[in-house]
């Protein structure tokens, strides 16, 4: 386990580089970004451990970032200022572009990964925008009309959106569709909807709507996702089945900050909590371990060397399956592989 201390800042968000298998970006606030400046970090995994390569200054806590699929040295990052910066490692210590049409703070951006032309943010201003990197204004406007804590292109189709918030409710949006009353809107999935079978762990009594922070694509089925949130479960979702869940993770202890599937491994996700864990999961969907297409999910290992909410966590895209970094308000980033911690369990 590799580790760099954020001095000062308390991190939000860390992303490995689409191009480099060394460089990561972690993005962070002072005060735990009550108040104070924002600083986003970009890092060099080396030889001798964690380098600074270089660090930009922002007036405001920096909740998320994103690295360009375009261009190898440009990143985006989500202000809690309601503006949107990209900056370029190789071009001073100013960015290079700048967006403010978002009236609260941005909580979520994300560079599209089949369509590379355009990213997506979200803010608590009940708006998801899509942008193009070339001009001022933004290009869409999806209104949710409740604060939204994560939003996403889908990574097998360029005019999939979707996104999760305060509502708890999964939305998806279609770009194709005309834009008329419902703005694009295809699905409305209730996040709360209880299991259809009983599900060790999860409480079987009314469970209401809890804000969910957080949500990801499989990377290998196209109608997968995860969600998590508020009540610390995670549930993964099939869009040919909207009715609600298919699966329950249980087992973290206090809101789920991040989940993120394996780039690697169509059955695995890693989860970073405010209970300083961070966990890696099956969905039970891996044919080959006896997972037999479905069946329930279950927790593969846990690392928790973190002291404080772990907050962010990304998959390493090269090289070996199990590699990641995680992030969290001890003001420390974790470089250190899954697979580790799975023979522990």
Same mark, same amino acid.
Not at 38 to 57: D, H, M, P, S
């Given at each position: 386990?590799?580790?760099?201390?954020?001095?000062?800042?308390?991190?939000?968000?860390?992303?490995?580089?689409?191009?480099?298998?060394?460089?990561?970006? !972690?993005?962070?606030?002072?005060?735990?970004?009550?108040?104070?400046?924002?600083?986003?970090?970009?890092?060099?995994?080396?030889?001798?451990?964690?380098?600074?390569?270089?660090?930009?200054?922002?007036?405001?806590?920096?909740?998320?970032?994103? &690295?360009?699929?375009?261009?190898?040295?440009?990143?985006?990052?989500?202000?809690?200022?309601?503006?949107?910066?990209?900056?370029?490692?190789?071009?001073?210590?100013?960015?290079?572009?700048?967006?403010?049409?978002?009236?609260?703070?941005?909580? =979520? !951006?994300?560079?599209?990964?089949?369509?590379?032309?355009?990213?997506?943010?979200?803010?608590? /201003?009940?708006?998801?925008?899509?942008?193009?990197?070339?001009?001022?204004?933004?290009?869409?406007?999806?209104? #949710?009309? =409740?604060?939204?804590?994560?939003?996403?292109?889908?990574?097998?189709?360029?005019?999939?959106?979707?996104?999760?918030?305060?509502?708890?409710?999964?939305? #998806?949006?279609?770009?194709?569709?005309?834009?008329?009353?419902?703005?694009?809107?295809?699905?409305?999935?209730?996040?709360?909807?209880? $299991?259809?079978?009983? #599900?060790?762990?999860?409480?079987? %009594?009314?469970? %209401?709507?809890?804000?969910?922070?957080?949500?990801? &694509?499989?990377?290998?089925?196209?109608?997968?996702?995860?969600?998590?949130?508020?009540?610390?479960?995670?549930?993964?979702?099939?869009?040919?089945?909207?009715?609600? $869940?298919?699966?329950?993770?249980?087992?973290?202890?206090?809101? #789920?900050?991040?989940?993120?599937?394996?780039?690697?491994? =169509? /059955?695995?996700?890693?989860?970073?909590?405010?209970?300083?864990?961070?966990?890696?999961?099956?969905?039970? =969907?891996?044919?080959?371990?006896?997972?037999?297409?479905?069946?329930? %999910?279950?927790?593969? %290992?846990?690392?928790?060397?973190?002291?404080?909410?772990?907050?962010?966590?990304? &998959?390493?895209?090269?090289?070996?399956?199990? &590699?990641?970094?995680?992030?969290?308000?001890?003001?420390?980033?974790?470089?250190?592989?899954?697979?580790?911690?799975?023979?522990?369990?």
């Amino acid at each position: 386990m590799i580790e760099f201390r954020t001095q000062g800042f308390n991190p939000y968000a860390t992303k490995y580089s689409p191009f480099f298998d060394s460089r990561l970006a !972690v993005s962070a606030g002072a005060n735990f970004g009550l108040v104070g400046n924002g600083r986003l970090y970009i890092l060099n995994l080396t030889a001798n451990g964690i380098q600074v390569e270089k660090f930009f200054e922002t007036q405001d806590c920096l909740f998320d970032t994103a &690295w360009s699929e375009q261009h190898e040295n440009q990143i985006l990052t989500a202000g809690g200022d309601g503006s949107i910066k990209l900056f370029d490692i190789g071009v001073g210590e100013f960015p290079v572009a700048g967006w403010q049409e978002h009236s609260r703070e941005v909580f =979520s !951006v994300h560079w599209g990964l089949v369509d590379k032309t355009r990213f997506a943010s979200s803010s608590w /201003d009940g708006t998801v925008k899509i942008w193009s990197p070339e001009r001022k204004e933004s290009l869409v406007t999806l209104p #949710v009309h =409740s604060c939204v804590y994560s939003a996403q292109f889908s990574p097998h189709h360029p005019e999939i959106v979707t996104c999760v918030g305060r509502d708890s409710h999964l939305r #998806v949006f279609d770009l194709r569709t005309k834009a008329s009353a419902q703005n694009h809107l295809t699905l409305a999935i209730p996040i709360h909807a209880p $299991p259809k079978v009983p #599900v060790p762990g999860y409480g079987q %009594g009314s469970v %209401g709507p809890t804000e969910c922070l957080t949500h990801d &694509w499989n990377k290998y089925r196209d109608s997968v996702l995860a969600t998590a949130g508020v009540d610390s479960v995670i549930r993964t979702f099939d869009l040919r089945s909207p009715s609600g $869940p298919v699966n329950f993770l249980t087992g973290h202890e206090y809101a #789920v900050r991040k989940v993120s599937w394996s780039p690697h491994l =169509s /059955d695995v996700l890693l989860s970073a909590s405010y209970d300083m864990t961070c966990r890696v999961w099956t969905d039970g =969907s891996n044919v080959e371990k006896g997972g037999g297409g479905a069946g329930f %999910g279950r927790e593969l %290992g846990r690392m928790d060397a973190h002291t404080e909410f772990a907050m962010g966590v990304d &998959w390493c895209l090269f090289g070996a399956e199990g &590699w990641c970094a995680t992030c969290a308000w001890d003001e420390r980033v974790l470089v250190w592989d899954v697979r580790e911690f799975m023979r522990q369990t």
